[in-house]
């Protein structure tokens, strides 16, 4: 896999979304940048474009593009220096157990209904009628099922082959990039966590330097776990920096 070049890009074209409500700040309207045509955006493009602070939703690669706010920071973890907290040896210890496959992105019934369970829980109710199950499903496999670019999944499973918890994830020129992860949260247990180490680790066999994680935001509840991985690179000004 090899970095886009400056031709690649050029044929890029990108549109501003209208505003929409933020999904992590209230009262607050947020806007995106779109890369177009979809189709232009594989592997090799979007290796450049992460590095511009673009995340993948589905086949569309985007980057916050908010006129009066910039509290959307993009975060990446050079896994070399990463080193583990005595509570996160502990989540790597208490899930040694789990067994991994490693998938092609693509929708499994037994996938999406973890899912299902996790979006109902972290969110209140859910849908359950036939029909509003079936829209979730559709927006689920457009959300994490439909990629232009290197993206799988990997399952985690106890010893009893029962599914537990499954991160997609995607492979670009210089690291891993979490996409999402759900699990089982009928479990007191440190699932997302884990799954961030592991990802780590499997960043370093494989002989990558980052794991990107996405946006950071300060004010944001939901992003503070993100700064528990330490230390890591945040994009500012166009300049990724170690703060």
């Known amino acids: ?20 409500p933020c999904g992590y700040l209230p009262k607050k309207l947020a806007q995106s940048l779109i890369a177009t045509p979809q189709n232009l955006v594989d592997a090799s493009v979007y290796s450049g474009l992460i590095q511009q602070g673009f995340r993948r939703s589905g086949k569309f690669a985007y980057r916050p593009h908010c006129e009066q706010c910039n509290a959307c920071i993009s975060v990446r ?64 496999q457009q959300f994490l099922c439909q990629t232009n670019v290197e993206s799988i999944m990997i399952e985690f499973r106890d010893a009893h082959h029962i599914l ?40 370093r066999q494989l002989g990558l330097p980052y794991l990107y994680l996405g946006y950071w935001i300060a004010d944001s509840e939901k992003m503070t776990y993100k700064q528990q991985f330490q230390p890591q690179e945040k994009l500012i000004d166009g300049e990724w920096i170690n703060i």
């Open 77 to 140: 973890l050079p896994v070399n220096a990463f080193s583990p907290t005595r509570s996160q040896q502990r989540a790597v210890k208490k899930h040694a157990d789990l067994q991994t496959t490693i998938l092609e992105a693509g929708y499994h019934e037994e996938h999406f209904a973890l899912y299902h369970a996790y979006q109902k829980q972290r969110h209140g109710n859910g849908p359950d009628h036939i029909g509003e199950l079936e829209e979730e499903a559709s927006q689920y």
């Open 164 to 203: 537990k918890m499954v991160s997609v994830i995607d492979l670009v020129a210089d690291g891993l990039s979490a996409v999402y992860t759900f699990y089982d949260t009928t479990d007191k247990a440190s699932y997302g966590t884990y799954s961030i180490l592991w990802q780590i680790d499997w960043a």
């Open 1 to 20: 896999m090899t970095l886009p070049n400056d031709i690649s890009l050029q044929k890029l074209q990108f549109y501003v979304t209208t505003a929409y």
